[in-house]
């Protein structure tokens, strides 16, 4: 048969799905490699999809989204974000998932050959969407000696003349590291220093602990052919919606009708049902996710215990629901290789740093979200550091 293209060929195996699939083989397996909510749906959020099947509301509806759900999401993310600006629904496009809305963006902004850069450690699929567009990730390192955060002069260090976007995520996955507001300041001061694009992927916006979220979006302009902040959105993890992939990508203004000829291009729109669960989700009682937050919280505090009784080096996580654990004391290396027999051995399965970037060699990322018993079990079965 014809191969191919190129661009498709070369884009790795995802590390995460590769141990959690060897995972959900093995009988019995604790499985703390994946990050998916482990709490029931609220009953009202599966009832509006429901109804909306009922009365057979299952044609096309907007590109960009039903006209509710792009104005509670606007008025989330203008509350969350603690926005200055009257930022409406015009500028937020329904996405099936964060995953389509960071496509989304990057075929907005990258040709092939440009450069974007991208965390090390950083969420794998910011290099493997980059790459399907034929676009150049370069990963700005994040740095254990300096608490996983970014450098100005590091980052800085990294632009050519072919550089167009700089990607931010924050809370971070993996590593549970938040940017400040200060930092942040300075990253967007930097982007527009250089004429660069953001994509700020906020998944986490939700789950910060003692911290605040800080939004690339409040340090930008409302100027349009000034802004420059595209914002990543989703409901996967803040109401555990995993499955009816839902999002939303806030773009900057002036752009509302590219916006919409891409996302025809993609996706044309996204189901009806999931849109409806996810308007009942922002709109409906929040209790489920303060008892998310709080079971978070609760599980990261209880796998620091463990860690820091066997001696073994982590990051203490200010957001998300992941922590970010140092074994390199038995992984000899190759921390990829390790998490395999950790799993054939013990029953165990983690997230390989090297999943993230090459920063990642010698740590591994601890899903916080499923049962404290569970976590409190697996991670008992690590050896001690010496």
């Known amino acids: 048969m014809p191969e191919l293209a190129a661009h498709a060929r070369d884009v790795p195996v995802n590390q995460i799905r590769e141990i959690t699939e060897a995972a959900w083989h093995t009988p019995g397996a604790i499985v703390l490699s994946i990050g998916e909510p482990g709490f029931a749906l609220p009953r009202h959020i599966l009832e ?23 104005e509670a999401f606007a008025a989330r993310f203008r509350e969350r974000a603690g926005l200055n600006t009257s ?51 370069v990963g700005y390192p994040l740095y254990p000696e300096h608490d ?43 982007a527009r220093k250089h004429d660069l694009w953001i994509i700020s992927d906020e998944c986490y916006e939700a789950f910060t602990y003692d911290v605040p979220h800080v939004s690339p979006a409040r340090f930008d302009s409302d100027v349009p052919g000034e802004a420059r902040v595209f914002t990543s959105l989703t409901l996967s ?16 203004p002036g752009l509302e009708q590219k916006m919409n000829n891409v996302m025809e291009a993609i996706v044309s729109c996204v189901a009806s049902p999931s849109q409806y669960a996810a308007l009942a989700a922002l709109t409906g009682p929040q209790d489920y996710v303060r008892h998310a937050q709080d079971h978070y919280r609760a599980n990261r505090d209880a796998a620091s215990a463990v860690l820091a009784a066997k001696g073994i080096p982590y990051l203490s996580a200010q957001g998300a629901f992941y922590l970010w654990a ?52 697996g991670l008992g079965r690590l050896p001690e550091r010496n």
Request: hydrophobic share 40%.
């Open 48 to 70: 509006a999809g429901m109804a909306c099947l009922d009365r057979d509301e299952t044609n096309y509806t907007p590109n960009a989204g039903i006209p509710a759900l792009r």
């Open 326 to 377: 140092d074994v390199s004391h038995v992984s000899d290396g190759d921390v990829r290789s390790w998490t395999r027999r950790f799993l054939a051995d013990s029953s165990v399965a983690f997230a390989p740093g090297t999943a993230f970037g090459s920063i990642g060699e010698g740590w591994v990322r601890i899903a916080l979200c499923g049962s404290r018993p569970e976590l409190v079990v």
């Open 148 to 190: 996983f955060q970014p450098r100005i002069q590091d980052v800085e260090a990294l632009i050519t003349d072919r550089t167009r976007v700089l990607i931010l995520n924050s809370p971070s996955n993996p590593l549970g590291a938040v940017l400040g507001g200060d930092l942040t300041r300075q990253l967007v001061d930097l």
């Open 87 to 137: 930022l409406g629904a015009e500028r937020v496009y329904v996405v099936d998932g964060a995953q389509q809305g960071l496509h989304f963006a990057m075929s907005l902004l990258l040709s092939p050959g440009d450069e974007i850069l991208i965390p090390n450690p950083g969420y794998p699929t910011f290099a493997m969407t980059s790459r399907l567009l034929n676009a150049v990730p």
């Open 237 to 252: 993890k803040t109401y555990g919606l995993t499955g009816l992939r839902i999002g939303a990508l806030v773009c900057p």
